[in-house]
Structures are given as C-alpha cells and as structure tokens.
C-alpha cells in the first residue's frame, strides 16, 4: 500500500531531515511518497527540501511564491497526493512518527479519517485553554465529538481527500467536513513532542479567522442545499418580534392615547420587522442561485459514486 505524507513547510529549515528520517523508519513495508508543500518559507527551508528530494526520488517538493496559508498548502497537496492512504503533519517535529501503525490500525476498523488527539500537549496554558475552548465549541455546533480538532496529524483514505475543497482556516474543521459527507471519522491519542526549533507561527488573530470559518463550514455543511431554512428562520422569528412590538404600541396608542413620537420600541419594531423581511428575501435569493445549479453538481462524489454502482448493478 502507498502512503501520501501532505507537510506544509514555513520557516523550518532546522527539523526537516530529522522529520524525513524518522517518517520512512516507522512506514514499515508500505511503500511512501512525502510530499512537502513551501508554503512561502524566507529561510533555507526550500534548499533543505530540494536536497531531500535529490537523495530521495520518493520526496515531492511544491513551492508557493507566498504564503497561502496551512489550508492552500494541504489542499495543493492533496490534489497531488497518490497514495490510497494519507497522512498529514506539521513540520516542526512535534507530531511523532512514531504513530503512523495506529493510525493505519485505527482506519482498518472501518474508518475514513482517523484524527490525531494530543493528550498531553507540549504547548504553553494558554493555547492549551484555547484550544478546549474551540474543540468544545466546535463539538457542539457540529455533533460530532472529538477532543482536538486542531491537530494536524491525521491520516485520510484518498477518496475523502478528493472531495476536499479548503481555503481560509477551514482545514481546522476537516473533521466537520467528513462527517457532513457522510464519512466515518474516529480519534486517537497521539505522542505530541516540544518544539525543538523555530516559533509557532500562529498568533491570536486566528481564532478570529476561524471563528468566521466556523460559520462558513456551519452554512456549507447543514444549508447550502436550502438556505432559506436558515435566513428564513431568523427573518421570521425578527419579523414576529417586531410585529408584537408595534402591535403592542398600536394598542397603546388607540385605547389609551399614548403618544409615540417618544418611544425607541417604536423604532425597534420598524427595524426588526424590516431586518426580518431583509432576511427572508436574501434566503429566497439564495434558494434561486442555489436551484441554478444541477442536482448533479450539488451531490457529494461519494453519493455520485454510490448512485452510480446502483446503476450498474440495475442494468446488470
């Protein structure tokens, strides 16, 4: 079996052989492609990556102009990638190799991607606490349990990769997106080691990217084949509110002589009916762009696949 390994690479020229040496120690008999993905590194990073891949014909190196970002670099990667099964992991060696035979134990129970869980994180508290504040929340949002999300040591069979499409932070919810296709995902603890060389590369500002990610793949996931379910809901349940409130003035003004010319609420029910009728009119709009699109187009490829197989088994 062929193993794909997808390593974006950003300014991690000192970890890179060590990280290649210790991957092809623990692929056992499979045979392995490794694929590192520069994601616009401005030290030796590249030159390191080259020197690997004349020693070894089995090492692929892509090379950004700039930074694009994790997500651009996988799924550059994963367009690339050969294997039946695939790996990714970061570059700064704090993802162990060592654990490549669970993962590939984990996927033999049936599953389509199995997820990487860092127990006992080599990271200072407040990425820590962090880091439980967004699995948490993402667990709920999208009813699928995991413990960490965010780790990048993960290992998908070749048919979910295909069917990827990331951009943003969103390679933070891969989980999400499998589940949402209908694949089977699963976790495992895994060794998480100290950075030994080079800085992390994240700062605060990405938990504000991936706050607006997090709503993204929540639309794309749950209402992209009828968005008025979810505009509609908010235009009507603004629109009730408001009317209640203007209906509630209207009787303060005609049995009691109230006037209104000095009340907010008068305002806020305009606004919130307004809002309401704003709201139930872009899911409408969203309900016409989305019925442009063929039935065919807008089905996942693993249902294209299975409805194809039926096909066939009817002609036969």
């Known amino acids: 079996m062929l193993l794909s390994f997808v390593i974006p690479v950003l300014n991690e020229e000192d970890s890179l052989t060590q990280l290649y040496q210790e991957i092809i120690q623990h692929t056992g008999q499979h045979s392995y492609e490794i694929i590192f993905i520069d994601d616009g ?177 929540k639309m794309v996931t749950q209402y992209i084949k009828s968005p008025l379910y979810l505009f509609g809901r908010i235009g009507l349940l603004s629109t009730l509110l408001g009317t209640i409130i203007t209906v509630y003035l209207a009787v303060l003004k005609i049995f009691y002589g109230q006037p209104l010319s000095n009340r907010p609420l008068l305002f806020l029910g305009m606004l919130l009916i307004l809002g309401g009728l704003q709201f139930i009119s872009l899911g409408l709009l969203s309900e016409l762009i989305i019925n442009r699109i063929s039935p065919s187009q807008r089905l996942p490829l693993s249902i294209e696949k299975t409805l194809n197989i039926k096909e066939k088994e009817a002609d036969g």
């Open 41 to 217: 590194s401005t030290d030796s990073s590249y030159a390191a990556l080259r020197a690997l891949a004349e020693q070894d014909p089995q090492v692929r190196v892509i090379k950004f102009r700039t930074n694009f970002g994790k997500a651009a670099a996988l799924q550059k990667g994963f367009e690339v990638a050969e294997g039946e099964v695939i790996f990714t992991m970061d570059a700064d060696l704090q993802d162990d190799p060592i654990e490549i035979p669970n993962f590939l134990a984990k996927l033999e129970e049936g599953y389509d991607l199995v997820s990487g869980w860092k127990k006992k994180r080599r990271d200072p508290w407040h990425k820590k606490w962090a880091s439980k504040v967004f699995n948490s929340v993402t667990a709920h949002v999208f009813h699928l349990k995991l413990r960490d999300y965010n780790c990048g040591f993960k290992a998908y069979r070749r048919q979910l990769t295909k069917e990827l499409s990331l951009y943003g932070e969103m390679h933070r919810y891969i989980p999400a997106l499998a589940h949402a296709l209908g694949y089977r995902v699963g976790e495992i603890p895994v060794q998480h080691r100290a950075r030994q060389y080079g800085k992390s590369k994240y700062g605060i500002e990405r938990y504000l990217r991936g706050f607006f990610d997090l709503l993204t793949v």
